[in-house]
């Protein structure tokens, strides 16, 4: 049983890293484009650089890393580890100020 679990993980593990390699080329190469990924609109209805956008996705790769760590850590108990309410509160509040920006440049 023991090997069969072994098996499992090393084929989870070369199906995840694999997929990581496969979006790493196509994005390296071009196959997937991040033209405008950090570009808004702002409320005078210009496109540029937007800094909700950054801080959103620097803030949600942030906790996407330590969750992560946190289930390698806990991955000899054969579950998921709870999300910590501090990176719940650093995950709500990063969604909460892009989605603010979002509201302040709309026009209602």
């Known amino acids: 049983m023991a090997g069969l679990l072994a098996f499992a993980r090393l084929g989870m593990y ?7 390699a496969v979006v790493a080329f196509k994005i390296l190469t071009g196959g997937i484009s991040l ?6 609109r702002g409320p005078d209805g210009r496109h540029g650089f937007s ?18 760590v ?4 806990s991955a000899p108990a054969g579950r998921l580890p709870k999300p910590s309410p501090t990176l ?18 709309l026009r209602i």
């Open 14 to 20: 070369g199906l995840l890293g694999g997929l990581a």
């Open 35 to 40: 033209a405008g990924l950090l570009d808004g």
């Open 51 to 68: 800094p909700a956008r950054l801080q959103m996705l620097v803030l949600s790769g942030f906790v996407a890393i330590q969750y992560l």
């Open 70 to 73: 946190a289930a390698m850590q």
């Open 88 to 105: 719940l509160a650093i995950f709500g509040g990063s969604q909460a100020v892009y989605l603010a920006g979002k509201a302040r440049g």
